[in-house]
T-cell receptor, first 117, second 118 residues
């Protein structure tokens, strides 16, 4: 069964350093999401792409976070500079097509656990 | 903005018994979708069950069923014949049916940690 791939699975960095996370959605999925999950909390949406376009980045801290999906397939989420409060699990999800129905189910990757020292 | 509340941080149930996880939500919208996701330790989140708000019939998936009370804005998950493999974090999530520009990110609750006692 096809899955959402993410790398790295774990990342430890020092504050003020730059970090990047990669996500490869399920083949053919047009919509890609990045969520942040702080320990003990539910995931919160950071950014949503439809193909290569940003649909929603209202919760993305744009002073330090950036996201891209240049060819409408895989995506990179970057943090520069990292802060202690950025320690969290970063989840990527994809769906076939938004708009309701069975095709809008979001499938999640295993996540990247970031620790900022 | 919509909010989702899970008031049970942790629940414990004996294997083969039935357990119900609670979820309430707040919205001014009339049409939306509700979901329960399962997140096993160190594994990815997977969809357990979904409910369309316009459907009065409660969704069921094998041992999993929901009790959807639209007027009360309540969406509980019942797990029958609990198995050891059901142990996980369970998250209730909301998605608007009418999102501007195609934005359809999920709003999650804080989760309930389900423990299965053998």
């Amino acid at each position: 069964e096809a899955e959402v791939a993410q790398s790295p699975r774990y990342k430890i960095t020092e504050k003020s350093q730059a970090v990047a996370f990669w996500c490869d959605p399920i083949s053919g999925h047009a919509t890609l999401y990045w969520y942040r999950q702080i320990l003990g909390q539910g995931p919160e949406l950071l950014v949503q792409f439809q193909d290569e376009s940003v649909v929603d980045d209202s919760q993305l801290p744009k002073d330090r976070f950036s996201a891209e999906r240049l060819k409408g397939v895989d995506s990179t989420l970057k943090i520069q500079p990292a802060e202690l409060g950025d320690s969290a699990m970063y989840l990527c999800a994809s769906s076939l097509d938004p708009g309701g129905g069975a095709t809008d189910t979001q499938y999640f990757g295993p996540g990247t656990r970031l620790t900022v020292l | 903005a919509q909010t989702v509340t899970q008031s049970q941080p942790e629940m414990s149930v004996q294997e083969a018994e039935t357990v119900t996880l609670s979820c309430t939500y707040d919205t001014s919208e009339s049409d939306y979708y509700l979901f329960w996701y399962k997140q096993p330790p160190s594994r990815q989140m997977i969809l357990v069950i979904r409910q369309e708000a316009y459907k009065q019939q409660n969704a069921t998936e094998n041992r999993f069923s929901v009790n959807f009370q639209k007027a009360a804005k309540s969406f509980s998950l019942k797990i029958s014949d609990s198995q050891l493999g059901d142990a996980a974090m369970y998250f209730c999530a909301y998605r608007s049916a009418f999102s501007g520009g195609g934005a359809d990110g999920l709003t999650f609750g804080k989760g309930t940690h389900l423990i299965i006692q053998p």
